[in-house]
């Protein structure tokens, strides 16, 4: 029942630190096209500011929000610095986000160092039908859930959504109703930083931060969302689940490499069935 | 070679290009006679690295298919090589099976991302992706545990001690003037292999492949038996350039998968310009030449160059150094100057 039970546990963790990565990646990739390569950098950016307010002795909430604004704030500047001349070169895009992740991961290493720094919380453990759960998991599981079921709501129910929707789908017909075309990709690139420095931020207590974090969760969170395919929340719900399941029986059973081995094989052998992701064949919704 | 994607890839060499090959041969068989080993070892790596550039921009330049992947065959052919060679105890094999092994990954990873038809762009991520897991896993290895053959894998540090290769002919091991003319005869005749190969109707297929996918289609070929066929030539050549850097260096280490090593490829790719073949083997001396010198000024600083200096050839210069410049000396003495290939 204990090895259920942890197992269980552990599946939805992973679920969840999965949903997390790739939330911020969903909102740029998924639904922008834009690819960022610096996606990973953004964590880390995320992950420093946290570490940095955190030991200045802000409280945890806040130094995360600060993340979340700071990163959000960062993302926009690049997206008026560079990003908005390459909409529709895509491959453009690709590689100047990754000249991006390369001057990011240089300029933080030159200017704090390589070592990384840590975070530590003052959360303890509960014991939970015999097995003992870290508390700031478990938080961790909730607030992913609440900044998914947030971002959904936004998309779906708010004006605010409903223009970005537009836009993404048919950014003539959108400006032509009246809506400002650069305004929402700008915002939505800035949103989806946000997010990504959230995530970052939310990893801090666990990982700490250091100038090459990045690379550890960039992989993971664009196989998610390549596999989810073009419905990016839904998507990347659906392939987080499957992924997560799979990386977090794998590691917990041998190793963390060998669970992210698995996520890829599979991965690339689902791609050959569905090309166009799991919910290529949806024709609607988020 | 002056304009992007340049169709007139497919007519045949004028003799001014013969006339530079031979020269080039020349000078390279020359080169030892007059200069020092460092200047010598230098070159040798610089003609090794080209070949790995020259596997990219044939693949980008003229199938169209932005492949990361070719630091994986990269980092497959110096491990193979490096494993085989130490386990056999001869090298003349290890060496065919290093360039054999990865062009075999090469075509399983590339019959799933070629033939499920997925956007071009997710084949330039999940290849990245699976560079990055390569590094992960080859770091994971440090443990004793960790043994192929009588080797031990090493993780972190890599695996030092591969012997270098071993003629059949000739009873000693490479000297550094044959290691020069190894990696420089090599990298000369994929160059030439490559130019003449686009001649051939396999060559015009590819180039149509790239220009307009659907009509080649509809034309009756099937283009992802092109297209695989080009990325297991390509992972051929990147699997010959790993080699070559085990022979080179007698180490391999997992920094052959890393990031950074396939940001320098697409680097050199763009800096040089992916519509010509010769210009990435240009800019692989100058980006080596140049990320040296920035690392005897200081350390740290070299990814931060990098990562800027491809922000601003994508911003800027596109299309890269030497078509841009060919391109200006072009329009410039437009009314005089012919046709160059």
Not at chain 1, 240 to 253: K, P, T
Not at chain 2, 100 to 107: D, E, K, Q
Request: proline share 3%.
């Amino acid at each position: 029942m204990d090895l259920v039970a942890t197992t269980a546990y552990l599946v939805i963790y992973s679920i969840a630190l999965l949903v997390l990565i790739s939330l911020g990646l969903a909102v740029i990739f998924g639904m922008m096209k834009v690819i960022n390569l610096a996606h990973g950098e953004f964590l880390m950016l995320g992950a420093y500011v946290c570490v940095f307010a955190g030991n200045a002795g802000a409280p945890l909430w806040a130094a995360m929000a600060a993340s979340a604004v700071l990163v959000g704030a960062f993302g926009i500047l690049v997206e008026r610095l560079f990003i908005q001349f390459l909409y529709g070169r895509i491959i453009d895009t690709l590689l100047a986000t990754w000249g991006l992740s390369l001057f990011l991961v240089g300029a933080v290493t030159t200017v704090f160092g390589p070592q990384g720094r840590s975070l530590s919380t003052s959360f303890g453990n509960v014991s939970f039908g015999g097995i003992n759960l870290s508390v700031y998991n478990l938080m961790l599981i909730g607030v992913t859930a609440a900044v998914a079921v947030l971002t959904w709501a936004l998309a779906r129910f708010t004006k605010l959504g409903l223009i970005v929707r537009g836009t993404m789908q048919d950014p003539d017909m959108a400006s032509a109703l009246g809506a400002n075309r650069s305004l929402t990709y700008m915002a939505t690139f800035g949103y989806g930083a946000g997010l990504t420095g959230f995530a970052g931020a939310m990893l801090a207590p666990i990982t700490g931060a250091a100038p090459t974090m990045g690379v550890f969760f960039v992989a993971k969170a664009f196989i998610t969302v390549i596999v989810g395919g073009h419905l990016p929340l839904m998507g990347t719900l659906a392939a987080s689940s499957l992924f997560g399941a799979i990386d977090g029986v794998v590691s917990y059973r041998w190793s963390s490499v060998l669970g992210e081995v698995s996520v890829l094989v599979v991965a690339v052998v689902l791609l050959r069935m569905l090309p166009s992701g799991i919910t290529g064949r949806f024709r609607s919704g988020l | 070679m002056a304009r992007e994607f340049a169709a007139d890839a497919a007519t045949p060499p004028s003799w001014l290009w013969w006339l530079f090959v031979a020269a080039l041969a020349l000078a390279l068989i020359a080169m030892p006679k007059f200069t020092d080993v460092s200047l010598q070892l230098d070159l040798s790596i610089i003609f090794v690295l080209a070949l790995l550039a020259l596997s990219m921009s044939f693949l980008w330049g003229y199938v169209g298919i932005l492949s990361f992947g070719q630091t994986i065959f990269f980092g497959l052919g110096g491990y193979s090589y490096a494993i085989l060679a130490l386990n056999a105890g001869t090298t003349l094999w290890p060496f065919v099976a290093a360039i054999c092994l990865p062009m075999i990954f090469g075509a399983v990873l590339g019959y799933f991302v070629i033939y499920g038809r997925i956007n071009d762009i997710y084949l330039s991520v999940i290849t990245l992706v699976v560079t990055l897991i390569f590094e992960k896993i080859v770091r994971s290895t440090s443990g004793p545990e960790y043994v192929i053959g009588k080797v031990r894998l090493n993780g972190q540090n890599g695996i030092p001690g591969v012997p270098g290769l071993q003629l059949p002919w000739d009873s000693s091991t490479l000297s550094i003037d044959g290691v020069f003319y190894l990696a420089g005869g090599t990298a000369l005749l994929v160059y030439v292999g490559l130019r003449l190969l686009l001649l051939t109707s396999f060559g015009r297929i590819i180039v149509g492949i790239r220009e307009n996918e659907t009509r080649m289609e509809l034309l009756g070929y099937d283009s992802r038996v092109y297209k695989l066929a080009a990325f297991v030539l390509a992972a051929g050549i990147a699997a010959l350039s790993g080699a070559l850097y085990a022979v080179w260096g007698n180490f391999v280490a997992p920094e052959m998968f890393n990031l950074n090593q396939a940001a320098q490829v697409v680097i050199w790719v763009i800096v040089g310009g992916r519509s010509t073949l010769i210009g990435p083997v240009v800019a692989t001396g100058l980006v080596q030449y140049f990320s040296n010198w920035l690392g005897t000024v200081s350390i740290g600083q070299v990814t931060l160059v990098l990562g800027l200096v491809l922000l601003l050839f994508v911003l800027v210069f596109p299309r890269g150094l030497l078509p841009t410049i060919a391109w200006t000396f072009d329009k410039a003495f437009s009314k005089i100057g012919g046709r160059r290939s």
